[in-house]
């Protein structure tokens, strides 16, 4: 466990935190005045290894060689000349702070997005410590400055990350479907409309980019199911048609051991350590696509469709009906790809150089199919 003090006064910011992996939805936005949740689950923390938040440099002001150095291969939108090693918490979480109101952004509507740069102040001395972002369409969250905190045990250590059959054990599934609710909905209003997880769109999107850097720029075929409605429309639209010349096969935790002739495992990540899960057997050659630990689990042991499940039927025993929440309705739009988790990760795996993936990095927009992202 952690606390983080304020770097001029050694005042405590937080409270003891956990450390855990980005997210991978922790820079997404999402839809338009769309109310999202908190990002980080309470009591934890995590570390965002690249330079973000302002000062922001446009791509035609970056030398290639420079961006090369840090790990970009294809052009972004903007990189930040910020200090790497932000840390995320829940705003619950921050402890003696207050708000810097000149600094709430020139860009947000609804809320604060950080556009400002760090709008909390330490209580105790008045020097700029964090970030505060709850706008619409962003996830809540506070960002400490790397250079403003410290970072100092609190006592009794920090616990070893859970085994993967513990993992198993006490960590349940993402719903791939939840309510999501507009800004500012008043008393009486629709406060809610069935959509695709955010954090599944997010997920898909850094799945998709490893997913096309393994298919080597051939046709690839993901399992029936929910992982073909997340995936293969949007890998039939990038890629060659013709018969599948390689197979995405689902691999982890909880599973049989994957055929050695795999040439593409979607593997979950450790959501405390970051890793990805590797075969015991590790499978020759196979490309390991990463996936959040929750979102996998969903694709490799899907619960029954809602649409053709009653919500009695999966009521816990001891439950009456009306003490169980009722499940969000299944979304009847198709899956859409975040594009910007997309092309953030794209760049930054270094295949893109190639001539037929820099393609599509540069003319997303123009030459997909309408849907997909």
């Avoid at 409605?229 to 982890?252: I, K, N, S, T, W």
């Avoid at 929750?294 to 899907?302: I, K």
């Avoid at 001891?318 to 009722?326: T, V, W």
Wanted: charge should be negative; proline fraction near 14%.
């Amino acid at each position: 466990m952690f606390v983080f003090v304020c770097a001029g006064c050694d005042a405590d910011l937080t409270a003891p935190l956990s450390h855990v992996a980005l997210p991978v939805h922790a820079h997404q936005r999402y839809g338009n005045g769309a109310q999202l949740p908190v990002l980080m689950d309470p009591g934890t923390f995590a570390v965002e290894p690249e330079p973000w938040g302002p000062p922001w440099r446009r791509w035609a002001e970056i030398d290639p060689g420079e961006a090369q150095a840090r790990g970009i291969y294809a052009p972004v939108h903007a990189l930040s000349d910020n200090a790497p090693g932000a840390v995320v918490i829940a705003p619950g979480e921050a402890h003696g702070t207050v708000l810097i109101p000149e600094n709430r952004g020139s860009s947000s509507c609804c809320g604060l997005d950080g556009a400002g740069g760090p709008n909390m102040g330490c209580a105790a001395c008045g020097r700029p410590v964090a970030t505060r972002i709850d706008d619409c369409s962003l996830w809540q969250a506070v960002w400490l400055d790397p250079v403003a905190v410290r970072r100092v045990p609190a006592g009794g250590g920090e616990a070893p990350p859970l085994t993967w059959p513990e993992l198993m054990e006490a960590r349940e599934a993402t719903p791939p479907f939840e309510s999501i609710d507009p800004w500012g909905c008043g008393p009486g209003t629709v406060k809610w409309w069935s959509s695709w997880s955010p954090a599944w769109e997010a997920a898909a999107g850094r799945a998709l980019a490893h997913l096309l850097v393994a298919s080597d720029g051939q046709p690839v075929s993901v399992p029936d199911g929910l992982t073909a409605e997340v995936f293969q429309d949007a890998l039939d639209a990038l890629l060659p048609a013709g018969p599948p010349a390689r197979q995405a096969v689902l691999a982890g935790p909880g599973l049989p051991a994957p055929d050695t002739t795999a040439g593409i495992l979607l593997v979950p990540t450790h959501p405390q350590s970051g890793q990805t899960w590797t075969p015991d057997a590790p499978a020759t050659s196979a490309y390991r696509v990463p996936l959040p630990f929750g979102v996998w689990r969903s694709l490799a042991f899907p619960e029954p469709d809602p649409t053709t499940t009653t919500t009695t039927s999966r009521i816990p025993a001891g439950m009456l009906p009306d003490d169980y929440p009722a499940l969000p309705p299944r979304c009847h739009h198709p899956f859409r790809v975040d594009s910007g988790t997309f092309l953030n990760t794209l760049a930054r795996l270094p295949a893109v150089r190639t001539p037929w993936l820099r393609e599509i990095a540069n003319n997303l927009t123009r030459n997909t199919p309408a849907g997909i992202f």
